[in-house]
T-cell receptor, first 112, second 107 residues
Framework: DTEVTQTPKHLVMGMTNKKSLKCEQHMGHRAMYWYKQKAKKPPELMFVYSYEKLSINESVPSRFSPECPNSSLLNLHLHALQPEDSALYLC???????????FGPGTRLTVT | SQQGEEDPQALSIQEGENATMNCSYKTSINNLQWYRQNSGRGLVHLILIRSNEREKHSGRLRVTLDTSKKSSSLLITASRAADTASYFCATDPQFYFGTGTSLTVIP
């Protein structure tokens, strides 16, 4: 199984809502990543988990809260988002940090 | 805080022609990776070249790396319409993606 799955595919939420994005992989990878991508722009790194510990936090606002409950699962909890947070949120995993990354299809988030 | 710049930003070629895109980066790297992204979808890893390698091939792909110039190039030979996508370079350990090249291959 060389797949990274992300749910939901699409999410529309109001600025006062709380929602979560989920990412799962069963390749035994020990590094997992969250990226944010705006239209016609490259992905921007948000967080990196290595061996289930947060190793990189790219100065992301606290309204984004990552969680890695186990080595296969990565969540991104969302609270009090702004319209400018609307974007494609991509999850990726790699064998260990720095190796080639396998990406999920992304969650298209719209904040109204 | 982008690490890489790519050029050209957009490239349009006829099927069967070769496509070359370039990536420049700013700091020391362990490796450099190239990814492809079809419109609005996840990225697909194409090839990884380590900092001590100068050239690498994979099928129709050829990647070069010049660490003295902090630059890399991706050559796609005998392009196909299915190669139409955006192509990004990404560096390790910084995990920064380049600005990307949008490639259109005309059948």
């Amino acid at each position: 199984d060389t797949e990274v799955t992300q749910t939901p595919k699409h999410l529309v939420m109001g600025m006062t809502n709380k929602k979560s994005l989920k990412c799962e992989q069963h390749m035994g990878h020990r590094a997992m990543y969250w990226y944010k991508q705006k239209a016609k722009k490259p992905p921007e790194l948000m967080f990196v988990y290595s061996y289930e510990k947060l190793s990189i936090n790219e100065s992301v606002p606290s309204r984004f809260s990552p969680e890695c409950p186990n080595s296969s699962l990565l969540n991104l909890h969302l609270h009090a988002l702004q319209p400018e947070d609307s974007a494609l949120y991509l999850c990726a995993s790699s064998q260990v940090s720095g190796y080639e990354q396998y990406f999920g299809p992304g969650t298209r988030l719209t904040v109204t | 805080s982008q690490q890489g710049e790519e050029d050209p930003q957009a490239l349009s070629i006829q099927e069967g022609e070769n496509a070359t895109m370039n990536c420049s980066y700013k700091t020391s790297i362990n490796n450099l990776q190239w990814y492809r992204q079809n419109s609005g979808r996840g990225l697909v890893h194409l090839i990884l070249i380590r900092s001590n390698e100068r050239e690498k091939h994979s099928g129709r792909l050829r990647v070069t790396l010049d660490t003295s110039k902090k630059s890399s190039s991706l050559l796609i030979t005998a392009s196909r319409a299915a190669d139409t996508a955006s192509y990004f370079c990404a560096t390790d350990p910084q995990f920064y993606f380049g600005t990307g090249t949008s490639l259109t291959v005309i059948p």
